[in-house]
């Protein structure tokens, strides 16, 4: 009740700031300002206001320009070449949905992958905006609704998966407007919530249990109706997806590689002697002990790996079911150690230093690179460099600009999220609430910090469980964790529209 009392002291601070602007009375009436005066008045005390945000914003705008100038058009991730692919064959794919592809294709018009690259910069700006905004919303201090932004305007791997042509930043950005638009309680604004996590989900399919998490939030708010509007807004198009990959492909889903992943992730642990599967399963085996295995992802793709040995292409309807079950009887006979597993690849993410995981190749595209990257070297990649190059009417490729590039090197081997930090960001919220025996931050009687919290938890446990750690994958998840924690800072009360 004594908050509700009390007014905002910024509010009071700019009213005022406005009235000193105003001339006083006199009996022929109130002069008026000129034109534009009093927005200019306004705009000066916004900017003071916030000129912490903004230098931090600004300087993230620089770290980004100096990208573009380093590294033209873009960098090339393996993955990228797939996506090429879709733009051009519009057809869902097995193992990516095609959010991303279409996300390129909208671009295309313009033929220059630069554009590509300019607009996930773009996206990144956007998110740190919308994390500022959220959290000033939420009454949270200036300094923490500033410092939750750092991470997604500065960070050096931030700004480097944004120029990489994969689908992270996209999906980053999806799930945090999400996010931002759950203080409100109109239909149509949670309508767009639903569409946001339905094209979040196909960009990534992790998206999914988020849809679970967001409509989780609602009815805790005992919204149980806008729930069901958020889920139905969500399903329609991830339905609409699903019917045109099973008219492609006649398999239910979204992609055709669950299984096969899930395999790959067992094979850190499976021990067949425990298992005991049956006969049309042990091909599936690897007889070497866990320890002496290779990281989980090479049983998808290395040419001695089992699966892949099998007849057909890898991702076939045939193996992906062979490769469930042999997942699923790994699980279930040895629970303790897919427990022991997924702890020991969610703990990578909060290591202090950046090993080199999961093998050398991989680690290296999330660096600025000294040299060019070369040419494609498997069969599907060499097919989306064709593709690529009709994409830009042009050759394809990087092209390293110094001094530019060299200034990146430099800031990236300094400028990073540590682990250990993130993980004391990831404490903040559950211990500030510990600490003050009630969460003062509410909507309806849910902890604002809630939802952002448990959407980056989501984020960080699910690659975890279901394929192996990756540094790309921590990325999305680290600005809605900085959110909660900035929400958690100091009791208040979120404002909500048409409530």
């Given at each position: 009740?004594?908050?509700?009392?009390?007014?905002?002291?910024?509010?009071?601070?700019?009213?005022?700031?406005?009235?000193?602007?105003?001339?006083?009375?006199?009996?022929?009436?109130?002069?008026?300002?000129?034109?534009?005066?009093?927005?200019?008045?306004?705009?000066?005390?916004?900017?003071?206001?916030?000129?912490?945000?903004?230098?931090?914003?600004?300087?993230?705008?620089?770290?980004?320009?100096?990208?573009?100038?380093?590294?033209?058009?873009?960098?090339?991730?393996?993955?990228?070449?797939?996506?090429?692919?879709?733009?051009?064959?519009?057809?869902?794919?097995?193992?990516?949905?095609?959010?991303?592809?279409?996300?390129?294709?909208?671009?295309?018009?313009?033929?220059?992958?630069?554009?590509?690259?300019?607009?996930?910069?773009?996206?990144?700006?956007?998110?740190?905006?919308?994390?500022?905004?959220?959290?000033?919303?939420?009454?949270?201090?200036?300094?923490?609704?500033?410092?939750?932004?750092?991470?997604?305007?500065?960070?050096?791997?931030?700004?480097?998966?944004?120029?990489?042509?994969?689908?992270?930043?996209?999906?980053?950005?999806?799930?945090?407007?999400?996010?931002?638009?759950?203080?409100?309680?109109?239909?149509?604004?949670?309508?767009?919530?639903?569409?946001?996590?339905?094209?979040?989900?196909?960009?990534?399919?992790?998206?999914?249990?988020?849809?679970?998490?967001?409509?989780?939030?609602?009815?805790?708010?005992?919204?149980?109706?806008?729930?069901?509007?958020?889920?139905?807004?969500?399903?329609?198009?991830?339905?609409?997806?699903?019917?045109?990959?099973?008219?492609?492909?006649?398999?239910?889903?979204?992609?055709?590689?669950?299984?096969?992943?899930?395999?790959?992730?067992?094979?850190?642990?499976?021990?067949?002697?425990?298992?005991?599967?049956?006969?049309?399963?042990?091909?599936?085996?690897?007889?070497?002990?866990?320890?002496?295995?290779?990281?989980?992802?090479?049983?998808?793709?290395?040419?001695?790996?089992?699966?892949?040995?099998?007849?057909?292409?890898?991702?076939?309807?045939?193996?992906?079911?062979?490769?469930?079950?042999?997942?699923?009887?790994?699980?279930?006979?040895?629970?303790?150690?897919?427990?022991?597993?997924?702890?020991?690849?969610?703990?990578?993410?909060?290591?202090?230093?950046?090993?080199?995981?999961?093998?050398?190749?991989?680690?290296?595209?999330?660096?600025?690179?000294?040299?060019?990257?070369?040419?494609?070297?498997?069969?599907?990649?060499?097919?989306?460099?064709?593709?690529?190059?009709?994409?830009?009417?042009?050759?394809?490729?990087?092209?390293?600009?110094?001094?530019?590039?060299?200034?990146?090197?430099?800031?990236?081997?300094?400028?990073?999220?540590?682990?250990?930090?993130?993980?004391?960001?990831?404490?903040?919220?559950?211990?500030?609430?510990?600490?003050?025996?009630?969460?003062?931050?509410?909507?309806?009687g849910s902890p604002a910090w809630l939802v952002p919290w448990t959407a980056a938890l989501v984020l960080l446990i699910t690659p975890a469980a279901a394929a192996e750690f990756d540094y790309r994958y921590v990325l999305p998840a680290v600005p809605l964790a900085c959110l909660a924690a900035a929400l958690?800072?100091?009791?208040?009360?979120?404002?909500?529209?048409?409530?």
């Open positions: 009740m004594a908050g509700g009392r009390r007014r905002n002291r910024e509010d009071v601070r700019v009213m005022s700031e406005a009235r000193a602007y105003e001339p006083a009375k006199t009996g022929r009436g109130r002069r008026r300002l000129p034109r534009g005066a009093g927005m200019g008045v306004l705009s000066r005390s916004a900017a003071r206001r916030h000129g912490w945000f903004l230098a931090v914003l600004a300087l993230g705008t620089a770290l980004r320009a100096l990208a573009m100038l380093g590294y033209r058009p873009a960098l090339w991730f393996p993955d990228s070449y797939t996506y090429i692919v879709t733009v051009f064959r519009p057809r869902p794919d097995l193992v990516r949905p095609a959010g991303y592809s279409m996300f390129m294709k909208l671009l295309e018009p313009l033929h220059s992958f630069g554009a590509v690259t300019a607009a996930q910069h773009l996206l990144g700006l956007a998110t740190g905006v919308l994390i500022y905004r959220v959290a000033r919303r939420a009454r949270a201090p200036r300094w923490a609704a500033t410092l939750a932004t750092v991470p997604v305007l500065l960070d050096a791997y931030q700004i480097e998966l944004e120029h990489l042509l994969v689908s992270d930043t996209l999906f980053m950005f999806l799930v945090a407007a999400a996010v931002a638009l759950c203080t409100t309680s109109r239909p149509s604004t949670v309508v767009a919530i639903g569409l946001l996590l339905a094209a979040a989900t196909l960009t990534r399919t992790v998206g999914q249990p988020l849809i679970v998490v967001l409509a989780g939030w609602f009815v805790l708010r005992r919204r149980v109706g806008l729930a069901g509007v958020l889920v139905a807004a969500a399903l329609v198009p991830i339905l609409a997806y699903g019917a045109w990959f099973y008219a492609t492909y006649q398999r239910v889903g979204l992609v055709g590689a669950n299984g096969v992943f899930m395999y790959a992730r067992t094979m850190s642990f499976a021990d067949c002697a425990k298992m005991d599967p049956p006969q049309d399963l042990r091909v599936l085996c690897d007889p070497r002990p866990p320890e002496q295995r290779p990281p989980s992802q090479e049983y998808i793709w290395a040419q001695d790996s089992p699966l892949v040995l099998l007849p057909g292409i890898t991702f076939t309807k045939q193996n992906d079911d062979l490769a469930a079950r042999f997942a699923t009887l790994a699980i279930t006979k040895q629970p303790l150690d897919y427990a022991a597993s997924t702890l020991t690849e969610l703990a990578r993410t909060f290591r202090w230093d950046r090993p080199v995981y999961p093998d050398a190749e991989v680690y290296g595209y999330y660096e600025f690179p000294v040299n060019p990257p070369g040419p494609p070297g498997r069969y599907p990649a060499q097919t989306g460099a064709d593709y690529a190059k009709l994409y830009e009417q042009g050759a394809i490729g990087t092209q390293i600009v110094e001094p530019y590039a060299g200034w990146l090197r430099a800031y990236q081997s300094m400028a990073r999220l540590p682990g250990p930090v993130l993980l004391v960001i990831l404490l903040v919220p559950p211990v500030a609430a510990v600490v003050r025996r009630r969460d003062a931050v509410r909507l309806a958690s800072i100091r009791p208040g009360v979120l404002k909500q529209s048409g409530s």
